[in-house]
């Protein structure tokens, strides 16, 4: 099965700083891809940041230079840092692997998600 469990949102001043984490448990699966994806109400979920497997990177235009997304293979543990924080970057921050298990294909798996508000 897969879990994955984030933490370190909350609430921050702008111009502000925030790391989110995200454990991820997938035994069995092998992860293509790990990313952070965001939603605010009435939206649909948008990519902020992703990491694949080899090791690339991409960002969404509203976030690039501020933020950074890593990894930790020993933690299996993937990072959202996020600097210069803005009043619009407020919203639900969730975690996605895409994993492929023999004969389970390729899906995408999620976390539950930790609010990020950006608020003086």
């Known amino acids: 099965q897969v879990q994955l469990v984030e933490s370190g949102g909350g609430l921050v001043q702008p111009g502000g700083s925030l790391r989110l984490s995200c454990i991820i448990s997938a035994s069995g699966f092998s992860i293509h891809a790990m990313g952070w994806y965001r939603q605010t109400p009435g939206k649909q979920r948008e990519l902020v940041a992703r990491i694949t497997s080899g090791g690339s990177t991409n960002y969404a235009d509203s976030v690039k230079g501020r933020f950074t997304i890593s990894r930790d293979s020993a933690k299996n543990t993937v990072y959202l840092q996020m600097n210069s924080l803005k009043p619009e970057d407020t919203a639900i921050y969730y975690c996605?692997?895409?994993?492929?298990?023999?004969?389970?294909?390729?899906?995408?798996?999620w976390g539950q998600g930790t609010q990020v508000t950006v608020s003086a």
């Open positions: 996605n692997i895409v994993a492929v298990r023999l004969g389970w294909g390729q899906n995408d798996y």
